[in-house]
């Protein structure tokens, strides 16, 4: 009899056991299918947008003979930079369109050929009479680039059928490839550039200078601020029930949506401060406040990893409290410290609500020279090129995006090298 209880009892527990295996295999199984998921709806999102944005890095220009007609002096006046700010360089470009093709006689057609070439042609030619006066009465080949509709041809963006080229376009296309005038090059001007109405001339220069201007602000608020508040949080505050107030804001502050932040500093710097709009200094402000529990949070976990023996070796050769801190204790969390403080920058480097509460969804043409100039960020940029139906714009939406990733990639990786190199393991 107390054998086969004993059988029974056995049987019960293989049983249970084989049902608790199983059950361990498909959590694991669902473990990895909801990893490979991930990975597989990643890969496919960076995929649409690298095949999608590669076309933006490479544009089409059209090699045209320009003849810098003395006639476009005007008359007894001296050849000076602001002379030759006025001139009419768009008949220039009309011109040499006309004597290229002269069989275009309709003035529909002289329209249609007008459109072949980007509209900022006659800009570059005025630049190129301004660094070199001595181009006046001479005929110099000048690549121009190609309008963004010809640009997609060649690219490969559209298939005739979708583009709004017209046959006889079609023919001068033909023409000016045949006679060796076209070429796909690196865009250059995607990177040199600010925004543009046109495709073929907008960049993202302009939005990279905007977020320098404002990391460099957030960077240089955030983070004085930030570890001396860990500090003080850390190592000086007694507990009481103001320091456990403080701290549950500080936590509940990391939590909150971005846009408040941005309502916080429309109110504030914009509204009752007086602060201009769409500056970097006020962007900088407004994303110092949505970094800084970030940074608080980060710093006093940094200086919790410091044993406690350091601090009482310290006091214990004679030190002061501050001698301390500053020469013992901060040295050895510097590293967490500076990683939580990249990481920081780039959360703030990738945001765009706030900033559009105050302002930076303009469209800014130049480059900020300042931190009080009108400026944009990536994100905003991005945000404005995806509103644009445009094909072209959709390449450079999708580009623009490429390269902020590489910059959040490139912060993060930089935030692991810290961490790996300078940790120090107790």
Known sequence: MNNSNRQSIAEIVEKSLAKRKAKEKRFRFAGMLAVITALIMLAVLLLSIVVTGLPAFTQTAIKLDFHFEESLLPADTELTDEVIASMDFHSLVKKTLREKFPMVKKRGDKKALYKMISNGAPYQLRDMLIEDHSLLGKTVPVWVLADDEVDSIFKGSKTIADSRLTETQYGWVRQLVAEDRVVTRFNWTFFQNGDSREPEQSGIRGAIMGSLLVI???????????????????????????????????????????????????????????????????????????????????????????????????????????????????????????????????????????????????????????????????????????????????????????????????????????????????
């Open 216 to 426: 460099i602000v957030t960077l240089g608020l955030s983070f004085p601020m930030g570890v001396a508040a860990a500090v003080y949080l850390e190592e000086y505050a007694k507990p009481s029930r103001l320091n456990d107030l403080i701290e549950i804001n500080i936590n509940n502050l990391a939590a909150v949506p971005s846009i408040v932040f941005g309502l916080l500093g429309l109110a504030v710097y914009i509204n009752f401060m007086g602060m201009p709009r769409s500056a970097p200094l006020v962007a900088g402000l407004v994303l110092t406040l949505m970094t800084l529990p970030t940074i608080i949070i980060a710093s006093r976990a940094a200086l919790k990893s410091v044993p406690p023996s350091i601090r009482e070796a310290a006091l214990g050769m004679g030190a002061s409290k501050m001698q301390m801190i500053f020469h013992h204790v901060l040295p050895l969390a510097m590293p967490g410290m500076l990683t939580g403080s990249i990481i920081g920058m780039a959360q703030a480097l990738g945001e765009t609500a706030p900033l559009l509460m105050i302002g930076m969804i303009a469209f800014i043409v130049d480059i900020p020279q300042g931190f009080m100039d009108p400026a944009t960020v990536l994100p905003v940029q991005i945000y404005l090129w995806a509103d644009v139906p445009e094909a072209a714009f959709r390449e450079r939406t999708a580009a623009a995006i490429m390269v902020l990733l590489a910059f959040l990639v490139t912060m993060n990786l930089l935030a692991v090298w810290l961490r790996k190199k300078f940790e120090k393991r107790w």
